[in-house]
């Protein structure tokens, strides 16, 4: 077991320091895991600017994209032995309550997720907990492996929409979660799949994963191509933030149709109810991954061993743990050609 390990840290506002911070040993319920690939989430750039409900806490930093090698299991842990290659759900729950009992982690109330509150996976150990590691497929590259953090999340909303086989389904959003939302749709047959993106190579992207068309975010009002090229049976909102794109999602949907939700918006959202109870449309809200059986990174994994040389080209810039400021600086400035920026502790 080793006593120390590099890990990156919050510094402050736009500062990533990387440290020797100690190497805890595994306790019972924990798995120690040496982190390969640890991917750079939007979530990790508010915090980076100090505009999420983060705290930069002396030895706390980012990360929960992560894959690796299983190191060291705690007492009495059943798991995968030292050697294996995993995906870690980076989150710590309770394991009693109701919804941990079916599978449901991501609604546990007692949920956390590194990086806020316990020290995040960009580093060169993560103590993940037991039973949330899952097998990476032999041969996949440890940046795509890394892939299935966001992946499951795109995967587990279209699920709950009811999934999308024959469906016409808009994407609002072309980050990595829209662009894993069509993946996802293609993957699970829908008839057609148009998306908004607003750099070139995400719309790249989008076309080569299975979109049909790509339309201006900053044009999708009455009468434009993407209103006008429906009707769509599911429109899919991942932008968030501050963005009006829960109300054109409402706006966009087909009579009947359905509105699914998986981008995390700063501010408080207005909008106008007619459509929702005159057409009748439907709602979906959808958060993480369940962990059920066969749970969403088990499922995630299998996609993208189908399509690894698809999502590959995602992976736009990595970096070693030792530029993990320089890294973070390439997320932020989607002008560089980001999409997915890695971090190889």
């Known amino acids: 077991m080793p006593r120390t390990g590099r890990s990156a840290i919050w510094v402050a506002n736009n500062v990533i320091g990387v440290r020797d911070v100690p190497v805890a040993t595994p306790d019972a319920g924990e798995i120690l895991v040496r982190i390969r690939a640890a991917g750079i989430c939007g979530s990790d750039l508010h915090a980076f600017h100090d505009d999420a409900p983060r705290q930069h806490l002396d030895g706390i930093g980012p990360g929960h994209e992560l894959a690796g090698e299983v190191v060291a299991l705690g007492p009495g842990v059943e798991g995968p032995p030292p050697g294996t290659r995993v995906a870690v759900f980076a989150g710590r729950t ?47 590259d440890w940046t795509v492996a890394a892939l299935s953090e966001p992946c499951a999340i795109s995967l587990h909303g279209i699920k709950r929409a009811g999934g999308v086989a024959g469906q016409r389904v808009l994407i609002l959003g072309a980050g ?44 999708v009002g009455r009468g434009s191509p993407a209103a006008t090229s429906g009707p769509w049976d599911l429109v899919i909102e ?9 109300q054109q999602a409402i706006n966009l949907a087909t009579r009947g149709g359905k509105v699914l939700l998986l981008g995390i918006h700063q501010v408080p959202q207005t909008i106008s109810t007619t459509r ?60 560089s050609g980001a ?5 190889l502790p």
């Open 339 to 343: 999409i997915k920026v890695t971090v």
């Open 276 to 335: 929702i109870w005159r057409e009748e449309l439907t709602i979906v809200g959808a958060w993480g991954y369940d962990a059920g059986s066969p749970t969403d990174y088990d499922e995630t994994l299998a996609l993208l061993q189908r399509h690894s040389d698809l999502v590959k080209p995602l992976v736009t810039h990595t970096f070693p743990l030792d530029q993990a400021n320089e890294a973070f600086a390439a997320s932020v400035d989607k002008h």
């Open 176 to 219: 990595t979660i829209g662009l894993f939302a069509a993946l996802v749709a293609k993957d699970a047959g829908a008839a057609h799949i148009g998306i908004t993106a607003r750099y070139p190579q995400q719309a790249t992207a989008a076309r080569s994963l299975g979109a049909d068309e790509v339309f201006d975010p900053a044009d």
């Open 94 to 140: 309770c394991t009693t309550c109701e919804v941990c009992k079916v599978g449901r982690l991501q609604l546990c109330r007692a949920l956390q997720f590194s990086g806020v509150g316990y020290p995040g996976g960009m580093g060169e150990y993560f103590l993940a907990q037991a039973g949330l590691v899952y097998l990476v497929p032999g041969g996949m």
């Open 238 to 246: 991942t932008v968030g933030g501050s963005a009006p794109t829960f």
